[in-house]
């Protein structure tokens, strides 16, 4: 097994960030596994995302959408709320981003209300890229490559917490996104990322909070 001390290719993975979307370009660099477009939430979106979890109970829903019928594919699930009208439209402008950045006609939509941790162990998926946003709540925590000591991932951690296993040296090292930030995360089946995929995991929901949170994904051929 090659260790990431004996490949000084994978200890150049880092992330870059930015304020403006053109930022997710940069997903394309060969030494980058996330890229973050930093923005805030604005009223209206924020009235949108309230009144959206007042009327639905923690679940996941998935849909798979194109940029020409994502909104109508929202209305005709969770109903044609002027108030929703806000949220509806950020999805749609999100799935139209994610399209045309990767070329591709359509995407797997999940619209996720959690009142706990979906995968509270740090993880890589094993996919090429997924796009993650929360719209409430507590925002995806991630690891820099370079820290982390991936025999630690899954079984590796010998039935030990993140925090006890080996996997990161010091709780210091856990990054997390921040509320409204879209964030591109690259997987394991990116072309020549296998090994450097993100490691990220879902934060902890206070008791009474819940999340809302949305993530884009290829469609399987």
């Avoid at 890229?35 to 604005?42: E, P």
């Avoid at 002027?82 to 999805?91: G, Q, S």
Wanted: aromatic share 6%; charged share 25%; proline share 4%.
């Amino acid at each position: 097994m090659i260790k990431e001390k004996d490949n000084p290719a994978l200890d150049t993975q880092r992330s870059i960030h930015g304020a403006t979307p053109d930022v997710f370009t940069k997903i394309y660099q060969e030494n980058i596994n996330i890229v973050t477009w930093q923005r805030d939430i604005s009223n209206e979106l924020t009235i949108a995302i309230k009144d959206f979890l007042s009327r639905h109970k923690p679940r996941a829903t998935v849909l798979a959408v194109t940029p020409a019928n994502a909104n109508e594919s929202l209305k005709e699930t969770f109903g044609e709320s002027n108030m929703m009208t806000a949220l509806r439209d950020d999805i749609a402008l999100l799935v139209d981003m994610f399209c045309c950045l990767f070329d591709i006609k359509g995407v797997g939509l999940r619209i996720s209300i959690l009142d706990r941790a979906m995968c509270p162990r740090f993880h890589v998926d094993k996919i090429p890229c997924r796009l993650v946003t929360t719209y409430h709540g507590a925002a995806t925590d991630w690891l820099h490559h370079d820290v982390i000591n991936r025999e630690k991932l899954g079984a590796g951690n010998q039935g030990k917490s993140d925090e006890q296993s080996g996997l990161f040296p010091s709780l210091s090292n856990i990054n997390r996104l921040t509320l409204g930030d879209v964030a591109l995360l690259k997987g394991e089946y990116w072309y020549k990322n296998n090994g450097a995929g993100l490691v990220h995991r879902s934060p902890p929901v206070a008791d009474g909070e819940r999340r809302l949170l949305i993530t884009l994904d290829f469609l399987s051929e």
